[in-house]
């Protein structure tokens, strides 16, 4: 039987919506070196957590079940990275204690490939699936190939040591930091500098990262997380935190999410499902850098106390938009369908005065800063069968004349 339901003339609508405030609860500390934390990383198997300790060991986690299941002993020293190939067979591991970079097999937990590096690495990154770029100390970077050594060569040789670098092979650009600036190369251009950002802090950069094409995501060794538009040239966001939290091991196997506070609100807020233009603003107090699995079932953090911790998202079915967060939510209606698919509709059900909303179902984005009009924009959403959904409606302004007059209609399958 089709049902439907009408709900007009509402500024904020929440349907589904559970009153939980977005909660973690921490399920385990991994106990690492009194000054800094250890490496610990998301891995291509969801049940696995991969960590690299200060005593040169590798540490398979059974994440379900809170347990270790393996410990391989790879460097003399402190693991300072650990970092995946594009097809997660691989991941390396260096030390600057003993100046060595491995290529391990993820399955297997065997080495492949041992480098020895003459002055101790500041970074280690993957080029392609059988090599590997390597910064050492003195701002050489070399090109290390895993099969051929007669391929071996100098890569870039940079003025001062390279802390960090980040690969866009969309564009074929190196993104590489030092402690007075970020260059962006062009590999294309014979590892010409398209571009030089200078570094405007008393501190260095130290861990940067592609957050999409366009934009470059920068950690600072203070705590100072920038976005920067590379297109424009410039900066298009600060944010200040309390902690300094570089040594997480971000891949694609995890998500990031920040924490902090605005109007004295705590927020979690996942990167990935975010409007860096809108939503960021001086408002928001930034703590901490934590990252996340695929699901947002769990996260990981990095300490200054030298813990890591391994923590469950609680309250709800995912992590809510930081828009949702800032605001107060009002339950409007709760519905029982029997199907796993509803339609929905939105239009101005008054004047056409440029009203806009946004919808978010289960924590994520499905219409985001809409301007509605007369005729009717319509949505087929999926739902997740045996849970609360979480579906909320969300007016972006007032329009030219107060108050947003949109309509929705929502059909579905029900008792």
């Not at 500024?11 to 385990?28: D, G, T």
């Not at 590798?58 to 347990?67: K, L």
């Not at 705590?266 to 996340?292: H, M, W």
């Not at 695929?294 to 391994?310: A, K, P, Q, T, V």
Request: glycine letters at 4%.
């Amino acid at each position: 039987m089709k049902k439907e339901i009408k709900i007009l003339n509402l500024i904020f609508i929440s349907i589904f919506l559970s009153s939980k405030a977005q909660e973690v609860e921490l399920i385990k500390s991994f106990v690492g070196n009194s000054q800094k934390s250890e490496i610990i990383t998301f891995t291509p198997q969801d049940e696995i957590l991969l960590s690299g300790d200060f005593s040169g060991y590798i540490n398979y986690w059974d994440i379900p079940n809170q347990a270790l299941i393996s410990s391989i002993k790879a460097h003399f020293g402190k693991i300072n990275r650990i970092e995946f190939s594009e097809n997660g067979e691989y991941f390396l591991t260096f030390s600057s204690d003993d100046k060595k970079v491995k290529i391990w097999s993820f399955s297997s937990q065997d080495t492949l490939v041992n480098f020895n590096i003459q002055n101790s690495p500041c970074f280690a990154i993957f080029y392609d699936e059988n090599s590997v770029l390597i910064g050492d100390e003195n701002g050489t970077i070399f090109h290390k190939d895993f099969f051929y050594p007669e391929k071996d060569s100098i890569f870039y040789k940079n003025p001062l040591p390279v802390y960090d670098a980040s690969l866009n092979k969309t564009n074929n650009k190196l993104v590489i930091t030092d402690e007075n600036s970020i260059k962006i190369i062009n590999l294309n251009k014979d590892k010409k500098i398209d571009f030089e950002i200078e570094n405007m802090y008393s501190s260095r950069f130290v861990k940067s990262m592609y957050y999409s094409p366009e934009i470059l995501m920068t950690w600072s060794e203070n705590g100072i997380v920038n976005f920067w538009n590379l297109n424009q040239q410039k900066m298009i966001r600060e944010l200040r935190a309390k902690n300094n939290f570089y040594e997480l091991s971000i891949n694609k196997y995890s998500k990031i999410l920040l924490t902090g506070y605005y109007d004295e609100k705590a927020l979690l807020f996942d990167l990935k499902n975010i409007d860096l233009e809108r939503e960021l603003d001086e408002n928001i107090q930034l703590v901490n850098t934590y990252l996340t699995n695929d699901y947002n079932e769990f996260m990981i953090s990095s300490s200054e106390e030298g813990r890591h911790r391994l923590m469950q998202v609680k309250g709800g079915s995912g992590i809510k938009p930081l828009s949702l967060q800032k605001r107060d939510v009002e339950v409007q209606k709760v519905i029982t369908v029997s199907s796993k698919k509803i339609n929905l509709s939105v239009w101005d059900n008054e004047r056409v005065d440029g009203d806009r909303v946004s919808l978010s179902l289960n924590g994520k984005w499905i219409l985001r800063n809409y301007e509605i009009a007369k005729e009717k924009h319509s949505l087929d959403i999926e739902l997740i069968k045996n849970q609360v959904n979480e579906l909320v409606f969300f007016a972006e302004n007032l329009g030219e004349i107060p108050p947003n007059t949109t309509a929705i209609n929502i059909q579905y399958e029900g008792l």
